[in-house]
């Protein structure tokens, strides 16, 4: 929502599999309104059931479950198996975000990156500290927000899928 605000130009749609996140998001986006948000209630591993070859620009992935347990690593939002669903989606050149206070997820991302040699566009260890003053890197989800209250870093890095990759 906050994204569609400083870009009206552009389409957004907010993807969830529950329904009280997406109600908050689309209560919001009908109030002000904000014809350029849309959103769905569906698994994300079904992303190539509802987006065409090369049509999504970005994906930004903010503060999803870390999946703690090793057991669990296949379930990570920047896991192998979710990066071969985005390159299946995105534009040539299209890029990849992600937000997130858990240490552990944000190590794994760059651990992969690194695997698929995907090209790092932006990295913040610390949103905060390094941006304060980020228009785009400072906008507070809910998550973010019960996150910084407990003095948790936010962490950020946008990437490109490698286009040769076996993704």
């Known amino acids: 929502v906050n994204l569609a605000r400083q870009y009206p130009d552009k389409n957004f749609i907010g993807i969830d ?11 919001k986006a009908l109030e002000e309104p904000l014809p350029n948000v849309h959103f ?5 591993d079904h992303l190539t059931d509802y987006f065409e070859k090369e049509e999504v620009d970005e994906i930004w992935i903010t503060f999803p479950d870390p999946y703690l347990r090793d057991s669990q690593s296949s379930k990570r939002l920047t896991s192998h198996k979710f990066l071969s ?4 989606i995105l534009a040539p050149g299209a890029k990849i975000h992600l937000k997130t206070d858990s240490d552990e997820l944000y190590d794994f991302t760059l651990e992969t990156i690194v695997e ?3 090209e790092i566009i932006d990295r913040v260890d610390d949103v905060y500290a390094e941006r304060p003053d980020d228009p785009i890197l400072t906008i507070k989800t809910f998550y973010e927000k ?3 209250e407990k003095r948790k870093t936010i962490h950020y890095i946008s990437f490109r899928l490698n286009s040769e990759s076996t993704i």
């Open 17 to 27: 599999k529950k329904g009280w996140r997406l109600w908050t998001g689309a209560k």
């Open 40 to 44: 769905m209630r569906i698994f994300i």
């Open 85 to 88: 669903i985005y390159g299946k």
């Open 116 to 118: 698929e040699n995907c």
């Open 146 to 148: 019960m996150h910084l």
